[in-house]
């Protein structure tokens, strides 16, 4: 596995975890998902791109 691969899973499994689903998270909305989300995107363009 190279480095890009893992960072890529362990990123998934943050995001995963950044679901609201407890009560006392529900109103956070989409801001803990959507950081997250977007640094796995950034993430993906830089493992096809090669540069990682």
């Known amino acids: ?3 890009g ?3 890529i899973i362990i990123l998934i499994l ?3 975890g ?7 998270s529900a109103g956070w909305g989409y801001g803990p998902s959507g950081i997250v989300g977007v640094i796995l995107v950034v993430l993906l363009i830089l493992v096809l791109m ?3």
Do not use: D, F, Q, S
């Open 14 to 16: 943050i995001l995963l």
């Open 18 to 24: 950044a679901i609201p689903a407890w009560p006392h």
């Open 50 to 52: 090669g540069r990682i």
């Open 1 to 3: 596995m190279t480095l």
């Open 5 to 7: 691969t893992i960072l």
